[in-house]
DNA sequence: TAAACTGTACCGTTCGTTCGGTATAATGTC
DNA sequence: GACATTATACCGAACGAACGGTACAGTTTA
């Protein structure tokens, strides 16, 4: 059974349950596998799940997310595109996302540097999409923030009130949003 | 010595930690109190130092925030004062936002009833100043959602981004976004 | 048979919590 | 004023449970 089979689901655990609160016991449960299991996949425990399971998010994003990005169609049309995605992997809302809760606790030391720079890759090529379209350098940078910080804050608000529509509503009116005062 | 003394403190240990990372060897150390003296104070255990947390912060927001919503002057001048305070009270950024954290973890359960409640009151009142100010209660309301999503949003970007200007940024923006298309 | 995998028992550490007790200052009693 | 009592604040030491992690023998699989 090769080891990215419990990706997920380590994914769905480390999302909502934070590090500190992921615990071995409840990785164990969740996964079916006993203790000597998980560190015959993971030797390095606990960090090196994460680790797997950020790599497993660096590569999903960049066979979907990107792609869309860098298709054919006017800005408008990829970003709808990645928001699409993107409900998908936040499960249109009912998911928080992992890389806001790695800043949090014991893990923030461990994780944050990758953490910065998946924001800030994320962020460039948002910012790209617009630049290409017409915008200047400075602004699409500000819009391409205001792209995550509109993912994550709808995330921990659909949390919150326990309603992922919000997502879904911030997620569908965002495309636009970025593209406003825009010729193309 | 009033238990209030030790509450920003454990304001700042729970928002930066979150619940299962702010440990009560942490907190003996912040406060600078023995574990048995926590006790004394807060015979409830975390639970009771999370909701006396709470229980300053909505005092705090009655006393600033929403004063500062029913004052003098335009939806504009309402909406400014009140992100002023905001900035203060999340540190220009620089702190994460405690209901944000308390939705991860063990502390889901215990708490999330008593966050949502607090989601909703905020968004509600700043809804009561766009219809105050002429606008249709759903617009209202979807606008109220919005500043929820940028605040908590914004604060995760810049702990992620380690750059509390993001937070500044878009709090500096805010109120105009919240005021757009609207006569008064 | 060799390698991959797993169950069980265990390690030292840290968790939240509790107990017994001390120091100090205020309060009541004569 | 002298003394006993009480309330408050605090702490060292220890508790059982759970933590992350390891050692190893046994089982499955190719």
Redesign the interface.
């Known amino acids: 059974m090769p080891k990215d089979t419990y990706i997920p689901c380590l994914l769905q655990l480390f999302r909502?349950?934070?590090y500190?609160?992921?615990t071995l016991a409840r990785i164990s449960e969740a996964t079916g596998l006993g203790k000597a299991s998980l560190y015959h996949h993971f030797p390095g425990g606990k960090d090196e799940m994460v680790q797997a399971v950020m790599d497993y998010l660096e590569r999903w994003l960049a066979e979907n997310v990107l792609p869309s990005l860098q298709g054919n169609g006017t800005a408008l049309e990829k970003l709808q595109r990645m928001c699409d995605r993107l409900s998908e992997l936040y499960e249109a809302g009912r998911q928080?996302c992992m890389?806001?809760?790695l800043?949090?606790?014991?893990?923030r030391d461990l994780f944050?540097a990758r953490?910065?720079a998946r924001?800030?890759a994320w962020i460039n090529s948002v910012a790209q999409v617009l630049v290409d379209a017409g915008l200047n350098s400075t602004t699409a940078q500000?819009r391409g923030?205001?792209m995550?910080?509109?993912?994550?804050?709808?995330l921990?608000?659909a949390?919150?009130?326990?309603n992922p529509d919000?997502f879904q509503?911030?997620l569908q009116q965002l495309p636009q949003q970025l593209c406003r005062n825009l010729a193309t």
């Open positions: 909502q349950y934070g500190d609160g992921a928080p890389s806001a809760t800043l949090l606790g014991s893990a944050h953490v910065q924001y800030c500000q923030e205001d995550v910080i509109t993912i994550q804050g709808s921990i608000v949390q919150g009130l326990d919000i509503r911030s």
